[in-house]
């Protein structure tokens, strides 16, 4: 299987991905959190042609609101529990769900089958649903996406179907544009389109280096060995292409693009470090932004995964200042 960024003729590797579903962690290197609140079983929603695993996790009390979590490329449910346990414990209910092309939503061959409609008539499907429940309890819905998530979470704030009916946006390390470190060589850049149009479902390995995606060791070796769901992180031409065309979007602005972003709350959370996707990009982009409840919140020495894949201390830097913000506005 080629990697992203040797697709021309250097090293290859090749991963099989069996087809499972509600498969145990890996005893040797278990998921490095243990939550303090119950882990809810997954269910499984039948939607266009595609069976998503899905995951509610509820709120030890009476909620504030609920989060909606979309992962990054290559993610599943699995890599928010911690996220998600601790939003449980300060008063917020959180709902996730695997991608299409990702996760235990498509596994072996269907991995990184998608494409721009299906990124965004998911989604819509998605906040549909979540919209019901949360009207129906009277609490607020907040979008929050890292990284890949983070890009279409951005374009949703722009051009979504319920765009002005979600409370307020929130990002991790989102995709703006890819750090020159990961990003794709120029001969590829310069084929995409046509290998995206010509190829769409030709998997590649995204040749991510863990040590870049994880700030902790602990983290690192589990998703190492999290199999089949974990590393390699592989993907499709369409859907690479799609995504990194999507940032390019939030960077560009084009005909104004950024400006027309909803004028609900929104809150960036980059790591400094990152070598995946540029923090520069994010900051240009935030920026344009013309609507007024506006935050950028940068930490140094710390890289991608904020609140996924860090170390439980810089994790809980992070999550804080997320915590404060909510509560600041939904409290």
Not at 11 to 19: D, F, G, I, L, S
Not at 57 to 75: M, N, T, Y
Not at 197 to 202: G, K, V, Y
């Amino acid at each position: 299987m080629p990697n992203l960024r040797t697709l021309f003729g250097r090293t290859k590797t090749t991963a099989t991905m069996p087809q499972t579903k509600g498969y145990p962690t890996n005893p040797e290197y278990p998921y490095p959190y243990q939550p303090k609140t119950e882990v809810p079983d997954k269910q499984f929603v039948d939607f266009n042609d595609a069976t998503f695993a899905t995951l509610f996790w509820p709120s030890v009390s009476k909620p504030k609101a609920r989060v909606l979590i979309v992962h990054g490329f290559g993610e599943y449910t699995r890599l928010q529990h911690r996220l998600m346990d601790c939003l449980s414990l300060n008063g917020y209910e959180s709902w996730t769900f695997d991608q299409r092309g990702a996760g235990e939503t498509s596994q072996g061959k269907e991995r990184g089958r998608t494409n721009e409609f299906h990124v965004f008539n998911d989604l819509d499907h998605f906040i549909e649903l979540n919209l019901k429940e949360t009207q129906e309890k009277g609490i607020p819905l907040i979008l929050f996406g890292h990284s890949m998530g983070g890009g279409i979470t951005l374009n949703y704030g722009i051009h979504g179907t319920h765009r002005e009916k979600i409370a307020a946006y929130t990002t991790t390390g989102p995709l703006v544009l890819l750090h020159p470190f990961s990003a794709p060589s120029a001969p590829i850049n310069f084929a995409a389109p046509l290998l995206a149009t010509a190829l769409p479902n030709f998997q590649i390995n995204s040749g991510l280096d863990i040590n870049v995606i994880a700030g902790d060791d602990h983290y690192r070796k589990f998703l190492l060995h999290d199999y089949p769901l974990g590393m390699p992180l592989i993907g499709t031409l369409r859907q690479i292409y799609d995504f990194i065309e999507r940032g390019k979007k939030l960077n560009e602005n084009s005909g104004g693009y950024v400006t027309k972003f909803s004028k609900k709350p929104l809150f960036i959370m980059h790591g400094q470090k990152d070598t995946i996707n540029d923090p520069d990009a994010t900051e240009r982009f935030y920026h344009k932004l013309t609507l007024t409840d506006k935050q950028l919140k940068l930490y140094p020495g710390m890289i991608h995964s904020l609140l996924s894949l860090e170390s439980d201390e810089n994790f809980a830097k992070v999550f804080e200042d997320y915590k404060q913000w909510l509560d600041s506005r939904f409290a």
